[in-house]
């Protein structure tokens, strides 16, 4: 069964570069959420959306925006990174038109590392 | 606001015996979802299963079992004659679903729990 894509896996950033983190959902799915993991913390939301609109904020800093995309891919962008950035960087997919969660999955993870 | 608590940091046992593992949440809403998810050392975030607060009986799958207490507001995980494969970080996870028209609220993680499968 088809997952959910992040892209790229790994991804190494200086101090003040930006970065993109790509996400592609199981098809068919409607919401994208993305998470930042700390080394050694539980996953923080940090923003959702459904139907390509914004559904929920988290704990997402200003330096950072979403989008999702017709096709319902979505991205995150990064920017004036900072050292406190490296992270785990997870999407998740799930189904929702009244079903709260239906098939939430979370993707493999992009990990950054800001040096 | 929605809290979840996993008191329990890390539990080490020996392969074969059986584990269950806290979960305690604390929510305002009448209607959310709780979830575990397993995360082995390659970090990957694993579902295990997705409950909803109207449905209160007790899930079995192989040797997994969830307890769900709407009383105690606890959702216990207990894995059965563990094994070393069951090693990793467990997230209990909640969702309230305050929205309306689509759209679901970001999930509530507690801290984890460390399993240490000994053989």
């Known amino acids: 069964a088809a997952g959910v894509i992040q892209s790229p896996r790994h991804l190494i950033k200086e101090k003040r570069e930006t970065a993109t983190l790509k996400c592609y959902p199981i098809?068919?799915?409607?919401?994208v959420y993305w998470y930042q993991q700390g080394p050694g913390q539980d996953p923080q939301f940090l923003i959702s959306?459904?139907?390509?609109?914004?559904?929920d904020k988290g704990s997402i800093p200003d330096r950072f925006s979403a989008q999702q995309f017709s096709d319902y891919h979505s991205e995150l962008n990064m920017s004036s990174l900072e050292l406190g950035d490296s992270a785990l960087y997870f999407c998740?997919?799930?189904?929702?038109?009244?079903?709260?969660?239906?098939?939430?999955?979370f993707g493999s993870g992009t990990r950054l590392t800001v040096v | 606001a929605q809290k979840v608590t996993q008191a329990q940091t890390e539990i080490s046992v020996v392969e074969k015996e059986d584990v269950t593992l806290d979960c305690v949440y604390e929510?305002?809403?009448?209607?959310?979802?709780l979830f575990w998810y397993k995360q082995p050392p390659s970090g990957e975030l694993v579902f295990l299963i997705r409950?909803?607060?109207?449905?209160?009986q007790n899930e079995i799958s192989g040797r997994y079992s969830w307890n769900f207490q709407k009383s105690t507001s606890s959702f216990n995980f207990t894995i059965t004659a563990s094994q070393v494969v069951d090693s990793a970080v467990y997230f209990c996870a909640l969702s309230e679903a305050t929205y309306s028209g689509g759209g679901a609220d970001g999930l509530t993680f507690g801290k984890g729990t460390h399993l240490i499968i000994q053989p």
């Open positions: 098809p068919r799915h409607d919401t």
């Open positions: 998740a997919s799930s189904l929702e038109h009244g079903q709260v969660g239906y098939g939430y999955t």
């Open positions: 959306f459904y139907e390509k609109m914004q559904s």
């Open positions: 409950r909803n607060s109207f449905d209160e």
């Open positions: 929510t305002r809403d009448t209607t959310y979802y």
